[in-house]
């Protein structure tokens, strides 16, 4: 079965554990005066391209590429994301940032004209980078208590798109950035989708594979279709599953679901998410509650599998000291992007 779907992968939008977007922490603004873009939401128009002057790269994927933007008049600091024309998932990734708006998410603040025909988001800067530029600072993983406000600060992003309607679909550290003030934020939506209020989504092999569920490795399963003699699969649940693995790397400082230093193939990281148990972590190395909330993530069969409301009350999340675990996360954040 792996070589006959390794076969097809070549026809596939799908990585392997490459992030889509691999933020670092933004470099020191050259500008003494400037800000970060906390202002408002404004209409598309309101803002222009010739407004901005680039400083910085912060990212690059296989569609475009993000860079670290100045108002020429205001000096406030932005993220511009320029996103390829043709790019598949372009016009529904602009779809999806002008219907959300929540504390949790990355704020896109215009949708601007490049006059090539590429899509141009203008989006709050994230003056933390991603959770992966902090693993891959190499400093270990992430203290539980900062691993409980990372958790709990991701969940309520996922039960604000939930409640409209949209799958994430690539939920990992690359896609979720934080701030100096400690906030977590799901960025990228390249590849969601917004689900049908009859329920239907589309069902495709889009995203990062090493964060991918089980159901979606199976094209089968994963078309969300009534009359599934299983029931249909719940896109939602997908998301949960990201989060799982998200939560488990940063408590390992590494990917867990192989062995350290194996090779991210397709086929064993297939083998890995389908059908290989969840790694044994040492004693002492995380509570009952964060074995618990990894362990409900991370249920194979999606219909056991908790949803985002029963993971918000999970004495993982609802049981954290809510100052320690915060002043936990800014400290690591802080530390990491020096």
């Not at 860079?67 to 998932?89: C, D, E, N």
């Not at 979606?216 to 949960?240: I, N, Q």
């Not at 350290?260 to 998410?273: D, F, H, N």
Request: proline letters at 6%; glycine letters at 8%.
């Amino acid at each position: 079965m792996a070589a006959a779907r390794e076969r097809r992968l070549p026809q596939l939008h799908l990585t392997l554990d490459a992030p889509t977007w691999a933020f670092r922490c933004p470099a020191p603004a050259p500008v003494t005066a400037a800000t970060p873009s906390t202002s408002a939401a404004r209409p598309d128009g309101e803002f222009r391209l010739s407004d901005f002057d680039r400083l910085s790269v912060l990212g690059r994927g296989n569609g475009g590429t993000v860079h670290k933007v100045t108002h020429r008049r205001t000096s406030a600091l932005y993220a511009l994301k320029i996103i390829h024309r043709g790019h598949p998932g372009a016009d529904e990734e602009v779809e999806v940032v002008r219907r959300v708006d929540s504390p949790h998410i990355v704020r896109c603040h215009s949708v601007l004209l490049t006059g090539s025909g590429d899509s141009a988001l203008l989006l709050e800067l994230m003056d933390g980078g991603s959770l992966d530029s902090l693993v891959r600072a190499g400093q270990g993983g992430f203290p539980e208590s900062a691993l409980a406000e990372v958790a709990a600060q991701a969940l309520s992003g996922l039960a604000y798109l939930r409640a409209r309607r949209v799958v994430h679909r690539d939920i990992k550290p690359a896609n979720l950035l934080v701030n100096s003030a400690g906030q977590v934020k799901i960025a990228d939506f390249g590849i969601a989708e917004v689900v049908s209020r009859a329920g239907k989504y589309r069902a495709a092999y889009e995203g990062t594979a090493a964060y991918m569920s089980p159901e979606r490795f199976d094209t089968e399963r994963s078309l969300h279709v009534a009359g599934d003699e299983e029931g249909p699969v719940d896109p939602y649940a997908a998301d949960v599953w990201g989060l799982g693995v998200t939560v488990l790397e940063l408590l390992m400082g590494r990917y867990p679901l192989l062995p350290a230093g194996q090779e991210l193939s397709w086929a064993a990281l297939m083998c890995a998410v389908c059908f290989g148990e969840l790694p044994a972590l040492p004693d002492g190395a995380a509570s009952p509650e964060l074995r618990g909330f990894v362990a409900a993530c991370l249920q194979k069969d999606h219909r056991k599998r908790a949803s985002v409301a029963e993971l918000l009350v999970h004495p993982f999340v609802a049981g954290r000291d809510v100052a320690a675990s915060r002043r936990a996360l800014r400290e690591v954040i802080d530390q990491r992007c020096r």
